[in-house]
């Protein structure tokens, strides 16, 4: 292994597949053009190579830059699973429909509770009808500007804390250790896709990016 | 001398002109400032990417002369309209604050 390849494979650490080809491609064709230039200058090979990988800096703090500005490992496999996800429910589109009928049904079940006087489960079944229903509405909508992504996203989280506030009432704190664990994977997800939103141009953004 | 918070502007400074590839980029920026603006050049290429996801730059297949006879491509970029308004801000920014600092600096 070359200085260049152990200088590339830092570089690129954790990064995704594709990232890494762009990656060594690039620098593979700077590194060669410096040493070219040195030679021309007079330097021997053997210092032209080392001349050229100096020039390129340290590995590492490249790499954090690269982190900041291409995708990741985890955030190409995060764009992948999530296209996945997409041709599920898009393959089947019985699928959706039911999701949407669990959404009428749920409503219709919230409103018969509340007329027949039970508040307290016409309350928790409205608390999941209304947690349910940004996916829903994920289905069925379309979102092709990012702007419409964001305002979908605020009234995403609006429509799941509406529904926690719901089911939980004035449980909510003790409760509260369940609903972190819960809800730290979403958190999580919510927070990469807004680095991968940051890294990759609207155009090519995939479906699951808008919401 | 540090180019933190200066190299976007550079780029697409050496951009204005013609299309280029990283090692020209990096080459006009030294060469124009005599020497004096010197970086690490694995630092470029980020760099270049945060710019084209900004929009500020696009980025296309061209000629490499080393390769011309195998016909290998090498990654060219170019400056947008969105980056030349971006660089025409930053100039006038910098002419600002560099007026600003000058004019200090020669009351001592």
């Not at chain 1, 995708?71 to 589109?93: I, K």
């Not at chain 1, 019985?94 to 509340?114: N, T």
């Not at chain 1, 799941?160 to 506030?165: H, L, P, R, S």
């Amino acid at each position: 292994m070359t200085a260049l390849d152990d200088w590339l494979k830092q570089a690129t650490r954790h990064l995704a597949k594709d990232s890494v080809a762009r990656v060594r491609t690039e620098i593979q064709e700077h590194f060669e053009s410096t040493r070219d230039a040195a030679v021309a200058d007079g330097a021997t090979p053997d210092a032209a190579d080392k001349f050229a990988l100096n020039a390129l800096g340290n590995a590492k703090v490249a790499n954090c830059q690269y982190r900041r500005v291409l995708l990741t490992a985890a955030e190409g496999r995060m764009l992948r699973s999530g296209n996945w996800e997409a041709h599920a429910v898009c393959s089947r589109p019985w699928l959706k429909w039911i999701i949407a009928g669990a959404l009428v049904v749920g409503l219709c079940a919230a409103s018969a509770l509340f007329f027949t006087g039970r508040a307290e489960v016409g309350r928790d079944v409205l608390g999941v009808a209304i947690g349910v229903s940004p996916l829903t509405a994920a289905l069925f909508l379309r979102f092709r500007t990012p702007a419409r992504g964001r305002v979908f996203r605020v009234a995403k989280w609006l429509a799941m804390t509406i529904a926690v506030a719901l089911v939980f009432g004035p449980e909510l704190l003790k409760w509260s250790w369940l609903l972190i664990s819960c809800l730290w994977p979403l958190a999580w997800t919510e927070s990469t896709r807004a680095s991968i939103r940051r890294k990759l141009p609207a155009a090519a953004w995939p479906r699951q990016l808008y919401l | 001398m540090n180019l933190k918070g200066t190299l976007p502007t550079l780029i697409l400074e050496a951009l204005i002109r013609e299309p280029s590839h990283g090692y020209r980029i990096a080459q006009r920026i030294k060469e124009r400032s005599e020497g004096v603006l010197d970086f690490r050049e694995g630092t470029l290429y980020p760099a270049l990417h945060r710019l084209e996801n900004e929009g500020m730059i696009e980025s296309f297949d061209g000629p490499s002369s080393r390769d011309a006879e195998n016909g290998r491509t090498r990654r060219y970029y170019r400056i947008t309209e969105s980056g030349r308004g971006m660089l025409t801000r930053d100039r006038g920014e910098w002419r600002a604050h560099s007026r600003a600092v000058t004019m200090i600096l020669e009351e001592v």
